[in-house]
């Protein structure tokens, strides 16, 4: 009886947790018609805010992927003096405060520093430009990949690569025909979180770019500018936008417990 | 022919040290040992998969001590089979075929599915495959490159007695066809059954190498003997007692032997089914005859092993009837005739 009791109590609990959690969420999708919405979904600037946030976060994912699942694998197989340290360094993203991010990539793309040159020889500077958001969010989000990727490749069998080295496979073939199909659907949520948590970034982007516009700082401009009204429809379609991939991320979650 | 000669590894806290054996052509080569005994170490080893520390390894005459894995033409099977689960049997086959031309490896495909039995499997998924089936996939998968040495980690440990017959048949059917096998085991009568040379194994050393019977007859010490189920095997000091050589053990029990020299170091071994047991001291022509009292009585299945404690622990062996005859029960003091020509001594 004492035990049902305690269990009606932490029940309720996290009933107020979900309510903590979806109240707010409900309240703003309801906030703004239809019409409102079909009318914000049109304008321009929040389309184009849109495609550039989707654009940079895909692209920053894509491009650090081609370095990060490598050296996932590395993380997985092999140990390493000071392999602690570098766990942890992944990690430190997570733990910046993004603000503080955003300065530090600041300074590490600025002008007189040898990336910053090497993109004036290019023809661009980081500082307002999608390359310099992509950065950014790649630098927030870049700990779920490798994190997701690593747990993918330590989930495979060291035996199933040894076997294919004994049948005559190179380490390169074994990697793309043995470890990296295996840990594929680890690696594919990671890719899925990180674009995910890549276009939701806000303060480090807004310290490097405050234009070209991505929806975070969109929406933060309309708040300040304009007020509460304003900046909820934009707010309501990109959760729309963001919660497809999350969505998407959970039904392949689903599927990897299952087989 | 493989010849290792010196190979050491430390490896994750296991050690083999100074290993040193010939595997002839057409050899049906057990490693045998318990577990820890550093078997599967000196199996990753001969496949290149682990480098020694020091060392040689020679295939038929050439040093591949550090030649790449994919150079050896050794196959390894692994203990659970290692099938790539996202592959079709089918692609599993094929896996060491990469970079030939279709035709002929749908061709090798089609003639070792038929060798081995699987005909009906090259379309399925490794998940619906029984232990029996993955078994003879991975044996296919290995052999189907067609490796100069076959190397079997503990091919037969995760089945059950009716399946594992099924699988000795395949392997003596393999070693018939002409194949080089090294096998590896901790169960003596598979060893028994299935090798022509045997090297027993323990703490990552070989301890004896030889055949079957020079192994199972003149075990070389206490722990080969224990390892290959030898029961009644004792270090001896032979000495001259009116000309008749005497065996004494540590223990002190003396048993006489047919031959020896005085001062002549090395075991008695005495099988368990040569040791007539009696209620009272008999007066027959047995020459040893020894008292002691019944610690412990077994069922085997060749009839009941009766562990007496006298000056050293032995096992006797008994037929269900004497058993029954004699009332033989713990605790129970039983006299023990064991004929001079029964005890077999072998010099160290």
Request: charged residues 20%.
């Amino acid at each position: 009886m004492k035990k049902q009791g305690l269990q009606w109590a932490f029940s309720i609990l996290g009933g107020l947790l979900l309510l903590f959690v979806l109240g707010p969420v409900l309240g703003l999708m309801f906030s703004s018609s239809p019409m409102k919405l079909f009318e914000t979904a049109k304008d321009p600037e929040v389309k184009n805010s849109i495609m550039l946030t989707l654009g940079t976060s895909m692209a920053g994912t894509l491009l650090f992927a081609l370095a990060a699942i490598p050296f996932s694998w590395i993380l997985a197989r092999y140990q390493f003096p000071l392999k602690k340290l570098v766990t942890a360094v992944i990690d430190l993203p997570v733990v910046i405060p993004h603000s503080a991010a955003g300065i530090a990539i600041l300074g590490f793309i600025s002008r007189d520093t040898w990336l910053g040159k090497a993109g004036s020889l290019a023809g661009f500077n980081f500082i307002g430009h999608p390359a310099g958001i992509m950065l950014a969010m790649a630098f927030v989000s870049l700990p779920y990949l490798i994190n997701a990727a690593r747990d993918g490749f330590l989930s495979v069998p060291e035996r199933l690569e040894k076997a294919a080295l004994t049948l005559g496979a190179s380490p390169a073939r074994v990697f793309f025909t043995v470890s990296l199909p295996l840990a594929w659907k680890n690696i594919l949520s990671g890719l899925i979180l990180m674009f995910a948590r890549g276009m939701s970034e806000f303060g480090a982007v807004v310290i490097i770019a405050y234009h070209p516009m991505i929806t975070p700082v969109l929406i933060y401009e309309r708040f300040t500018s304009f007020g509460l009204k304003y900046a909820q429809p934009v707010s309501v379609i990109f959760i729309l936008v963001v919660l497809v991939f999350f969505l998407i991320l959970r039904l392949l979650l689903s599927n990897t417990k299952k087989s | 022919m493989l010849k290792l000669t010196g190979v050491t590894k430390d490896f994750k806290g296991f050690r083999i040290s100074d290993i040193s054996f010939t595997v002839e052509k057409g050899d049906y080569f057990i490693l045998l040992g318990p577990s820890g005994a550093g078997k599967s170490i000196l199996l990753e080893t001969i496949a290149g998969l682990l480098s020694p520390d020091s060392g040689t390894l020679e295939l038929n005459g050439k040093d591949i001590t550090n030649l790449p894995i994919q150079q050896r033409k050794v196959g390894l099977v692994f203990q659970d089979h290692a099938i790539f689960p996202h592959m079709k049997v089918k692609k599993n086959l094929a896996f060491a075929l990469h970079g030939r031309p279709s035709g002929f490896i749908r061709e090798r495909i089609a003639a070792m599915c038929k060798r081995l039995g699987i005909e009906d499997l090259p379309e399925r998924y490794p998940s619906t495959l029984s232990g029996g089936e993955l078994q003879r996939v991975a044996l296919a998968r290995t052999l189907i490159q067609e490796p100069e040495i076959l190397l079997l980690d503990e091919p037969l440990s995760s089945m059950d007695t009716r399946l594992k017959s099924g699988v000795r048949a395949l392997l003596r059917q393999i070693h018939r066809e002409g194949q080089t096998i090294i096998h590896v085991t901790h169960d003596y009568e598979e060893a028994l059954s299935l090798g022509t040379r045997i090297a027993v194994m323990d703490h990552g050393r070989v301890l004896q190498t030889g055949t079957p019977d020079e192994v199972f007859h003149y075990p070389r010490n206490g722990f080969v003997a224990h390892f290959i189920g030898l029961k009644n095997f004792f270090p001896v000091t032979i000495r001259m007692s009116n000309a008749i050589p005497v065996a004494v053990t540590d223990a002190g029990l003396r048993i006489q032997v047919q031959q020896g020299q005085e001062n002549a170091k090395g075991f008695v071994m005495i099988r368990g089914e040569d040791i007539v047991l009696s209620n009272a001291a008999l007066d027959s022509s047995a020459t040893n005859v020894f008292s002691g009292r019944i610690r412990e009585v077994t069922v085997t299945p060749m009839g009941y092993d009766i562990c007496i404690d006298a000056a050293e622990t032995i096992h006797a062996l008994v037929t269900r009837s004497s058993l029954e005859k004699m009332n033989l029960r713990e605790g129970v003091n039983i006299w023990m005739n064991i004929k001079a020509t029964a005890v077999k001594f072998i010099e160290e």
